[in-house]
């Protein structure tokens, strides 16, 4: 057994358990392996270990990795590929034309060239919209009072669907101050979900606050570290 293999199998385990704590379904609670900076090889073990949803962050290196597992036969079933970093209007098309999810819209425009982008051959682009709920200068994303305004917008674009909200809580040992952030953003999205039908994804929680991340209403966790290790 690999030690990614192993790493995954751990980490499902976790939130299963997680799960279980707070009486909660652990099939509502989807994993997301973030790849960035991680080899082919690396992105194959964790496959092979039953993972298929994979997140990155930089569009050339994504847009390599994507065109050349698909032309890897040994990747049976196909991979579902979220871009889960800023993303700049000149790198639009590449996302649209690769990605099957984006979850960091944080301006209309964006969702705009994607949505016109978007290949009439594919699925509609499913996106999440970004919230900054820190309100960190250093972080994207867009404020509580933009969100509903940002929804209704978004809502009405042809070639995406609006599947829900991303946020990256700022990171601090203060357990209780990020439980409220995190309840939060469940708020939201539960309102958010009652106007939407499509709605039904709360990405929120990483490596270090997955637990609670899960406690508090997620309904995905973006893992990297744990699964792939120290990036180099």
């Not at 099939?27 to 997140?55: H, M, N, P, T």
Request: glycine residues 4%; proline residues 3%.
């Amino acid at each position: 057994m690999t030690i990614i293999k192993k790493n995954i199998i751990d980490i499902r385990q976790k939130i299963e358990h997680a799960a279980l704590q707070v009486e909660r379904n652990t099939k509502e609670i989807q994993l997301l392996a973030v790849s960035k900076k991680k080899s082919i090889i690396q992105i194959k073990e964790a496959y092979l270990a039953g993972q298929r949803l994979f997140g990155e962050n930089y569009v050339q290196e994504s847009i390599q990795k994507i065109q050349s597992i698909k032309n890897d036969c040994t990747f049976n079933d196909p991979i579902c590929w979220h871009f889960i970093g800023p993303l700049q209007s000149n790198k639009t098309r590449l996302v649209a034309e690769n990605f099957d999810w984006v979850q960091s819209i944080d301006r209309l425009k964006i969702a705009q060239r994607l949505s016109s982008q978007r290949p009439a051959r594919l699925a509609p682009l499913n996106i999440c919209l970004q919230i900054n709920i820190s309100a960190e200068t250093s972080k994207s994303g867009i404020t509580l009072a933009q969100i509903m305004l940002l929804a209704s917008q978004v809502s009405k674009l042809e070639n995406i669907k609006l599947r829900g909200i991303m946020a990256i809580p700022e990171k601090t040992p203060d357990t209780v101050h990020l439980s409220k952030q995190f309840k939060i953003l469940h708020d939201i999205y539960l309102k958010l979900q009652s106007i939407y039908p499509d709605i039904d994804t709360l990405s929120m929680g990483m490596s270090a606050d997955m637990k609670l991340a899960i406690s508090c209403g997620s309904t995905m966790v973006r893992i990297g570290t744990d699964i792939f290790g120290s990036r180099n």
